[in-house]
């Protein structure tokens, strides 16, 4: 065989017969995924932030546009983990989507909304450059699990912001949002049951409104819970949630309250309880739950 620059349609197929060889066949629409990491989206006040970004390919389309799934990472507010999700998403890349993986500013460096206008800003950088990461941008989701659930959920129904909008020309507006046992209230004085410090200053939910004690303020806690920000002129995104019966860091009566609170002003909201599972696991990404998400997706796009 000449050696030169072959493409892959002019290089011959290895045809000859190797007594004992097993040949296994391919159709070339079998799915990898490539993950780019760090790729900087923001930087406010000398922080910068990124995004850790999977897309998924195929030899017969190596450069697909697909819709993208944001997800924010949780951590409590605090500085994040942004690989920890990456096996479980990666998953869900491999049904056809771009993941897209939020840093976002933690408890410790900016206060309640921060954390929001970083999430926007990550769908709006990410709808600017979408050739370049392979998104469908008029097919854009909002996710996260925790902390980033509570994220993405006021992301998702807040509008028009323009506070520390970095992208102005670029729409932050979502098709939906899926919200892995989102810490989204704090109303109840059970919400986290482990959490001896609930709504104390040193408490990550008094730490992300600026240090507070919440107990004496309740105006901020209402400001921090999700389900007292919405009425029935509220607009809020096709909505999916999921969440443990048994989840020991946020009560699962929180996305009960909200998946209520959703009905009650007659939005599209869709709530998987999870019999015995514990805040996240393997239990949240087994192929029954990612059928679940790939369905809402197909549902909205």
Same mark, same amino acid.
């Given at each position: 065989?000449?050696v030169?620059e ?11 017969? *190797?007594?004992?060889?097993? *040949?296994?066949?391919?159709?070339g629409?079998?799915? $990898?995924?490539? @993950?780019?990491h &760090?790729?900087?989206?923001?930087e406010i006040?000398h ?24 997800? *924010?990472?949780?951590? +409590? ?11 479980g998403l990666t998953?869900? +890349?491999?049904?056809?989507?771009v993941?897209?993986? *939020?840093q976002?500013?933690h408890?410790?460096?900016?206060p ?7 999430a %926007? &800003?990550a ?6 450059n979408?050739?370049?990461?392979h998104i469908?941008?008029n097919?854009?989701f909002?996710s996260?699990d925790?902390?980033? $659930?509570?994220t +993405? ?6 509008? /028009? ?6 992208y102005?020309d670029t ?9 892995y @046992?989102?810490?989204?209230s704090?109303?109840?004085?059970d ?7 609930h709504?104390?200053p040193?408490?990550p939910?008094g730490?992300?409104? $600026?240090?507070v004690?919440?107990r004496?303020n309740p105006?901020? %806690? %209402? %400001? ?6 919405i009425t ?8 999916l949630?999921?969440?443990g ?11 009960v ?6 009905k ?13 599972a514990?805040? $996240?696991?393997?239990?949240?990404w087994t192929?029954n739950?990612?059928?679940?998400? /790939?369905?809402?997706?197909k549902?909205?796009?």
């Open positions: 065989m000449e030169k072959w493409s892959y349609e002019e290089m011959p197929d290895f045809t000859e017969y *190797v007594e004992g060889a097993h *040949v296994i066949s391919t159709t629409d079998e799915v $990898g995924v490539t @993950y780019i &760090n790729v900087e989206y923001a006040n922080e910068k932030l990124y995004l850790q970004i999977l897309f998924p390919y195929t030899r017969n389309h190596p450069n697909p546009l697909c819709p993208c799934v944001v997800f *924010v990472q949780g951590s +409590a507010w605090l500085p994040q983990d942004v690989y920890a999700q990456i096996p998953k869900l +890349a491999e049904r056809g989507y993941v897209a993986i *939020v976002y500013r408890s410790g460096i900016a309640f909304p921060a954390q929001i206008m970083d %926007k &800003n769908v709006r950088f990410l709808r600017k979408a050739l370049k990461y469908d941008a097919n854009i909002l996260g925790s902390s980033g $659930g509570h +993405a959920m006021f992301a998702g129904i807040m509008h /028009d912001e323009t506070t520390e909008n970095l102005p729409s932050a507006e979502i098709k939906g949002i899926i919200n @046992y989102g810490s989204t704090v109303m109840a004085d919400s986290n049951p482990i959490q001896i410090l709504c104390q040193d408490s939910e730490m992300v409104m $600026g240090h004690d919440l004496t105006d901020l %806690k %209402k %400001k921090l819970s999700v389900e007292c920000n029935s002129d509220t607009e809020v995104p096709p909505t949630i999921i969440h019966t048994k989840d020991r860091l946020v009560n699962c009566e929180c996305s309250i909200l998946y209520k609170c959703l009650q002003y007659k939005k599209d909201v869709q709530l998987y309880l999870l019999q015995g514990d805040h $996240g696991g393997p239990e949240f192929q739950i990612i059928d679940i998400v /790939d369905q809402f997706l549902e909205h796009i």
